[in-house]
């Protein structure tokens, strides 16, 4: 069954930086384009970045652009999310996932990992 397990976050200060990775299997992993979502409280679950199958072309959102950046191993089927300038509004729960234009992300979703920017 696909499983992914997310693992880094913790408590930082403002401007610090952290790097998540997210430890999928279950599926080809190659075969998919992976993406990082994140949920804090109250809100709406975010798409953050996506990297494509070969670990080119990564996008990211607005609000994380030129902060974070995404990458993979295929080899490990890990993925990988560098996070840099973190500020109070990064702070909430990130989960990794298949990035599909048609049909979204698998519906099974790891425990994710807590991110918390506080001073």
């Known amino acids: 069954q696909v499983q992914f397990v997310e693992s880094g976050g913790g408590l930082v200060q403002p401007g610090g930086s952290l790097r998540l990775s997210c430890a999928a299997s279950?599926?080809?992993?190659?075969?998919?384009?992976m993406s990082w979502y994140r949920q804090a409280p109250g809100k709406e679950r975010e798409l953050v970045a996506v990297?494509?199958?070969?670990?080119?072309?990564?996008n990211y959102a607005d609000s994380v652009k030129g902060r974070f950046t995404i990458s993979r191993d295929n080899a490990k089927k890990t993925v990988y999310l560098q996070m840099h300038s973190l500020n109070t509004e990064d702070t909430a729960v990130y989960y990794c996932n298949v990035f599909r234009a048609v049909g979204g992300p698998f519906d099974s979703w790891g425990q994710g990992t807590q991110v918390t920017v506080s001073s």
């Open positions: 279950g599926f080809t992993f190659s075969s998919y384009a």
């Open positions: 990297i494509i199958r070969s670990g080119g072309s990564p």
